[in-house]
């Protein structure tokens, strides 16, 4: 990592957050001077706006018109304790909420907004004012972590390594004890029916059914510890993407149907005739990625960190999710073409290609990149 000295701001813009809208279809971003969309097939700029003064997060309605902002940096346009809900189309702010404590995340959709504090998750029905639905209460939830899906809503529960899901419909929660340790990362399913989660340790990514809560499928990304920056299923639920503080892409093929995971072939498993050996240790059994790859997490400055790698304590920026800038960030445009987005001073936008070779093995490689602020 770059241990260059903190650069001055008037070199360029500093990119503090970094979201992809409910179809990926585009990404914002949030800066110390306002935000911008980008258009993620291309990484091409689609809109800028400066507000004067820091935006932490920016989560986009659809395409443009509403974004929810909460405000961020070194000098925060808008308090960290309210959430802005933007038209774009007037550039105005057309309605607010006010919390007791800094917001560590906002979702948004057609019919919820979700927003995510420390230690609770509020969930409102999007009207002008939104209006209440439920309030749940969580373990340390620093980075925010929070899914909002057409039909659920997943987020850490009350004790470490738990994950609550929320059915939109039926107003009722189910529980999963998903991990030992605190969680790190959390995915839905484009069809509701699948969840994946990742603890602190960063070593194994779980699959859970929905709504049986059953576990299907257990993977192994490494054996040394690590931070999952993030997790994202395809459109058809056949793959599940993995980034990672390693500077690694994995790809997981899924069961389909939400039919457990069948054992590995010894002929193709990493370890080989060793994966069936019982008295060998967990590591060497394991299902391991289909495909990896390297990403750029992109030169940043000493002090970006993750200078903690807990998921219930972490300082850092104000008003953003984790306190550091966005890193590895996934989003599938279609069952082939990946992306993963950074924030920070060297903000990037990678695309990959994931296929299956004519020997059946999934493969990946990269596409392009850019440098999506220059």
């Known amino acids: 990592m770059n241990t260059r ?32 969309v980008f258009v993620s ?26 974004i929810a902002l909460v405000g961020g940096g070194k000098q925060p346009k808008f308090p960290q304790n309210k959430v802005q809900i933007w038209n774009d189309s007037e550039q105005l702010v057309s309605t607010s909420l006010e919390f007791k404590t800094p917001i560590q995340r906002v979702r948004i959709s057609q019919s919820h907004l979700v927003v995510v504090l420390l230690n609770s998750v509020g969930i409102y029905r999007m009207k002008v004012p939104p209006q209440k639905i439920q309030v749940y209460e969580t373990v340390n939830n620093p980075y925010g972590l929070c899914c909002l899906g057409k ?22 929660v189910s529980i999963i004890p998903a991990h030992e340790s605190p969680l790190r990362a959390l995915a839905i399913s484009p069809r509701c029916d699948l969840v994946a989660s990742a603890s602190e ?41 993995v ?63 993750p200078a903690t790698k807990s998921a219930t304590f972490n300082a850092g920026i104000p008003g953003v999710p984790g306190g550091r800038p966005t890193k590895g960030l996934l989003g599938w445009l279609d069952d082939n073409n990946l992306l993963v987005v950074g924030a920070g001073q060297d903000a990037r936008w990678e695309k990959f290609i994931v296929t299956t070779s004519e020997g059946g093995k999934t493969v990946i490689f990269k596409e392009g990149w850019r440098k999506y602020l220059e």
């Open 243 to 305: 980034t990672s503080d390693k500077s690694t892409l994995h790809i997981f093929d899924l069961p389909l149907g939400g039919a457990k995971i069948q054992e590995p072939d010894p002929k193709t498993h990493k370890y080989g005739f060793l994966s069936k050996v019982p008295l060998l240790p967990k590591a060497f059994s394991d299902h391991y990625p289909d495909a990896s790859t390297k990403f750029e997490i992109g030169d940043e400055p000493l002090g970006w960190g």
């Open 5 to 36: 000295p903190i650069l001055d701001s008037s070199t360029g813009p500093y990119a503090l957050s970094t979201s992809f809208n409910a179809d990926n279809s585009c990404f914002s971003v949030a800066l110390e001077t306002g935000f911008r």
């Open 201 to 241: 340790k960063g070593t194994i990514v779980r699959l859970w059914a929905y709504p049986s809560c059953t576990k299907i499928a257990e993977f192994r990304r490494g054996v040394d510890p690590a931070v999952i920056f993030s997790l994202a299923f395809s459109p058809s639920g056949n793959r599940l993407a």
């Open 41 to 66: 097939k291309s990484g091409d700029l689609r809109l800028a706006r400066e507000v004067g003064g820091g935006i932490g997060c920016a989560e986009m309605l659809g395409t443009t018109k509403y």
């Open 151 to 172: 039909d659920i809503i997943i987020f850490p529960g009350r004790a470490p390594g738990q994950v609550k899901i929320y059915n939109i419909a039926s107003d009722s």
